[in-house]
């Protein structure tokens, strides 16, 4: 008889046994780019002011992100949105790829997603004509990585009743994790090992 004691997975990824048939891969965590997405509608608008100054022109300019979203190819991540810029009476939307890095730190157990770089032109009207003055990089925006747990939390404690009355306890957990990006999810797979933690003898009613 097979006991189930302690089964901990993580909510916000989706778990998935593949048994050995491949190496590194007993345990797939996939992370959809749909729950990636759905952060930047929880944080709502994203929107930044700063100055700018040309010849004898000084001033500050508005942006405001539209419909901002990250898109998984295989072995490769973008950032994509469209940005509304304000500068005095000038305004315009542009369009943004930008490069997002994806990484999975053992150490710490948690996958980090980065925008690396998402630039958009800053113009402004200058006698009458539009001027290109730089381009913006949205990263300084995202200075901070967007983290999601990893599967090395993942545990099974399962409890075997032996023919001979003795009891095993094997704790099964992940090792030897690595990362992929795949069409539309990040794939972290990892190796699973089994190790017997204690043995416990069950009491006998026989008299």
């Known amino acids: 008889m097979l006991f189930l004691r302690k089964i901990v997975l993580i909510s916000s990824l989706s778990l998935c046994y593949l048994g050995s048939s491949a190496q590194n891969q007993d345990i797939i965590v996939a992370l959809k780019e749909s729950a990636l997405n759905k952060m930047f509608t929880a944080i ?6 700063s100055a700018y100054s040309f010849m004898f022109m000084e001033g500050t300019y508005n942006w405001t992100l539209i419909n901002p979203q990250i898109k998984l190819h295989p072995n490769k991540a973008n950032f994509e949105t469209e940005v509304k810029v304000s500068v005095g009476k000038f305004d315009y939307t542009t369009k943004v790829n930008g490069i997002v890095e994806i990484c999975y730190e053992p150490t710490t157990n948690l996958i980090y997603v980065e925008i690396t770089e998402a630039l958009f032109p800053l113009n402004i009207m200058f006698l009458g004509k539009q001027r290109h003055l730089w381009d913006v990089n949205l990263k ?15 545990g099974t404690e399962m409890i075997f009743a032996m023919p001979d009355g003795t009891s095993k306890t094997i704790y099964c957990h992940p090792v030897n994790c690595g990362v992929k990006i795949a069409e539309k999810q990040i794939i972290v797979s990892a190796e699973t090992e089994f190790v017997e933690t204690t043995i416990t003898p069950i009491p006998s009613n026989k008299k």
């Open 44 to 49: 709502g608008e994203i929107k930044g002011t």
């Open 140 to 154: 300084s925006s995202f200075e901070t990585p967007f983290t999601f747990e990893g599967p090395l939390s993942l």
